[in-house]
């Protein structure tokens, strides 16, 4: 492509999404909406299921759970609202296929705002999703006609039991391929790819391992720029409930050292299913993991948040405004744009410290490398 823009593209711990692929030479034909000039490994971009696909065929369409927080970035977030004068923090996480999970503090006399200040935390299905957005860009039609261009792909395929794996493999046909450039006002980042490969369970169209190696560079006006090339590995797990698959565990390595890892269990529940418990783990330099666990309690399938009235009182600006961040934040993953996101917690970080957003955002900024 090599063209040069300020569009999206992945590039931390939830970096480089790529997303499912075709079973055989013969799936060319496995859909019509896709161009027959297209080569079957590339069509593996078109045709992966994503997460909130698999999830959205079985949860409710509106859902509200009472939330237990537990874990290391549970218990600093718990001691950072203690000095908001929350002694006995209680969490609840609505649904819709709108706006998807979204966390909030839950009791009497929160202020709205100070209420929703921990919905930024990040969201295992949003984080899982993430992963694969950046490459869903590349599933129409003109888009995989440009990778086609850059690349030549292999396509190979194994087999375990009754399960067939097909491994698209992509190289590029001079130095790089998928060059971006994104402006940072005092600078600017470049990215680009020497190497992709993506595993995918044929038959369910599940996407079990993506493997890159991507460069970075950052060019700064005051001197701190940077170069790096990185060889990331993300694991995907899916679970079977009834007669739905869905996601269940991400596993990234960058140089082959852990960074996260984020599990989901299910149940049912009144017919439904529903999310049990959920846990992420981010690996800090020092080899240590930060975690944060959120248990589910008994669902309400309303559509309401079953939230107590609130009183007038406001906690203060800054945690609010942190709280803006972090959606914004939220928002950047979503959109495969890990970079902005690393930029913002960064800044809530050093804007607003102290704060439950500031806590989460070092804990998640620690396990990332240098360079974003």
């Known amino acids: ?15 480089l999404n790529l997303l499912p692929v075709i079973l055989t030479l013969s799936m060319a034909v496995h859909s019509d909406a896709v161009d027959r000039n297209i080569a079957p490994g590339y069509r593996i971009l078109s045709t992966l299921h994503t997460p909130y696909e698999l999830l959205d065929k079985c949860l409710p369409s509106r859902s509200t759970a009472p939330v237990t927080l537990s874990g ?10 203690k000095t908001l004068k929350i002694d006995n923090p209680q969490f ?7 706006s998807r999970f979204r966390l ?3 009791g009497n006399d929160i202020d ?3 209420r929703e200040m921990v919905s930024g935390i990040l969201n295992p299905a949003a984080m899982t999703e993430a992963v694969f957005g950046s490459v869903l860009r590349y599933g129409s039609p003109d888009k995989l006609a440009a990778m086609q261009n850059e690349t030549e792909a292999q396509l190979s395929f194994t087999s375990s039991g009754d399960t067939v794996f097909a491994k698209a493999s992509l190289l590029p046909k001079g130095s790089r391929f998928s060059y971006e450039w994104n402006d940072i006002g005092i600078g600017t980042t470049e990215n680009w790819l020497t ?8 038959a369910r169209h599940l996407a079990r391992e993506i493997v890159c190696m991507k460069a970075e560079k950052t060019s700064r006006s005051d001197s701190l720029s940077s170069s790096r090339t990185s060889l990331y590995r993300y694991l995907i797990g899916y679970t079977a409930i009834g007669q739905y698959i869905l996601p269940s565990n991400l596993e990234l390595s960058i140089d082959y050292k852990p960074v996260l890892s984020i599990n989901s269990s299910y149940r049912t529940e009144n017919g439904y299913v529903v999310l049990d418990k959920r846990v992420i783990s981010c690996f800090l330099k020092d080899g240590s993991a930060a975690q944060l666990s959120a248990s589910y309690g008994s669902y309400s399938f309303k559509g309401e948040n079953d939230r ?3 009183t007038g009182n406001d906690y203060g600006k800054a945690v609010a405004d942190a709280s803006n961040y972090t959606r914004k934040a939220a928002d950047a993953i979503n959109k495969g744009d890990i970079a902005k996101a690393v930029q913002i917690y960064r800044s809530i970080v050093r804007n607003y410290p102290g704060t439950p957003q500031a806590v989460e955002s070092a804990k998640l900024l620690d396990g990332i490398p240098k360079g974003f």
């Not at 290391?72 to 609202?81: F, G, N, P, T």
């Not at 190497?195 to 044929?202: I, K, N, P, Q, R």
């Open 104 to 106: 909030e503090l839950s």
């Open 195 to 202: 190497s992709l490969s993506v595993t995918a369970d044929t």
């Open 72 to 81: 290391s970035v549970a218990d600093e977030i718990k001691a950072s609202l």
């Open 92 to 98: 609840i996480e609505s649904y819709d296929r709108q």
């Open 1 to 15: 492509m090599m063209r040069r823009s300020n569009s999206n593209y992945q590039q931390s711990a939830g970096c």
């Open 308 to 310: 107590n009235s609130t």
């Open 112 to 114: 709205d705002r100070t």
